[in-house]
């Protein structure tokens, strides 16, 4: 007769042994896994930043595919504003601030009000940085981080403008989940060049610079602000409209805006 008590201790045993295995093996992938994010942390933050780098220099017209772009950004004047007074911080090292982490802080981030959030922001940091550009001594460039919601996603992107603070360089978006084929023309080079030579603000300060649906007319009397639309990606296009209008505006970028001529950028 089989012995059942002993057959059952030895699944048990197989069993048990088995567990035991995936566990051990489960536990030295995780290790494994955790060692590599801990060990590639650095290589992706170093990354991350040579890309905004690289994009700066896009959008401000110097970059050179041939040239290192650390280099090349020592040509870059990161500062730090105060939003509210629309003024320089001295006290605040431009090439540490992080504005995502500080709005994240109950201290050093505010919550945008729910009227003006066109972009949906919902919060940003109290401080911002801008990035100058020189020549002779003089700034040639001024350009702008923006941020804001489109169909799908939160876009991430700079504008470049003219010393003036008024006439566009260029715009860039350099990270965003828009749908392919569509909403992605916020990034494509032919799109970009619509917006150059674009003018932000009226001759009465109110600011103006819209995506409009379809093609900008010859015949309309805002065709100096107005920006090409893409069939099919109205959302999108939206999305970089409230974009510009809040970074822009009151409760970004406009204070600083009106000072930097009387501040001397």
């Known amino acids: 007769m089989p012995d059942v008590d002993k057959d059952r201790g030895s699944k048990t045993e197989t069993v048990t042994r088995t567990l035991l295995v995936a566990f051990f093996v489960s536990l030295a992938c995780s290790s494994l896994v955790a060692s590599a994010a801990v060990l590639l942390q650095p290589r992706q933050i170093a990354n991350a930043i040579l890309d905004v780098r690289r994009n700066i220099l896009e959008v401000a017209g110097l970059l050179q595919p041939e040239r290192d772009v650390n280099e090349l950004y020592e040509s870059i004047e990161p500062r730090v504003v105060d939003l509210e007074t629309g003024t320089y911080v001295q006290d605040v090292d431009p090439e540490t601030f992080d504005p995502l982490e500080a709005a994240k802080d109950p201290e050093l981030g505010v919550e945008v009000p729910a009227d003006i959030d066109v972009a949906r922001v919902r919060r940003r940091a109290k401080l911002g940085l801008v990035y100058l550009v020189r020549r002779d001594g003089e700034v040639a460039t001024i350009i702008l981080p923006v941020s804001g919601y ?3 996603s939160t876009m991430y992107g700079f504008i470049a403008l003219e010393p003036d603070g008024n006439s566009v360089v260029d715009v860039t978006f350099y990270e965003h989940g ?4 569509l909403g992605d023309f916020i990034a494509k080079p032919g799109w970009r060049a619509f917006w150059r030579g ?4 009226d001759e009465s300060g109110v600011l103006r610079i819209e995506v409009v649906k379809g093609r900008v007319s010859v015949d309309d009397p805002l065709a100096d602000y107005h920006v090409d639309g893409v069939s099919g990606a109205t959302l999108t296009g939206n999305g970089v409209t409230k974009t510009m209008q809040y970074w822009l505006g009151d409760h970004g970028y406009g204070p600083y805006l009106r000072n930097i001529h009387g501040e001397g950028t």
Not at 198 to 201: M, S, V
Request: charged share 25%; net charge positive; aromatic share 18%.
């Open 150 to 152: 489109g169909l799908w």
């Open 178 to 181: 828009e749908t392919p084929g």
């Open 198 to 201: 674009k003018r932000l603000f």
